[in-house]
């Protein structure tokens, strides 16, 4: 039991970098609080910085013709995406050794969506 706990921590923990992990682990799991909730947080955190992703490329397109700003622009967004992945793995690491965390607007936009939690 203690090996197949492990794993799922593992699983969730994957889930903060690989969110499609997290998905599928919010729609199957049903009984281990821990991973759900990691699931849904991963999930939430990953849409998350694929709207804040989307947002910084289509303001992008919009500044790549004004000479110098656009390139400014792509440095700002690769930064901020990198930031993101190093965020993730971070929340993977905590996950792993088994913390409870909250990630700031995240959290909360989570609780107020998913009431199972």
Known sequence: MA???NDKKILAAIG???WIIAVVLAIIEKDDKYVKYHAYQATFFGLGALAVYIAMW???MVLIFIP???YIWWMLTSLLMLALFVLSIIYAIKTAKGEMFEIPFITKVMK???KSI
Do not use: C, R, T
Request: aromatic share 20%; charged share 15%; glycine share 14%.
């Open 3 to 5: 090996k197949e706990n």
């Open 16 to 18: 903060y970098p690989i």
């Open 58 to 60: 289509i303001v992008g």
């Open 68 to 70: 110098f700003l656009g």
């Open 112 to 114: 107020n969506f998913v």
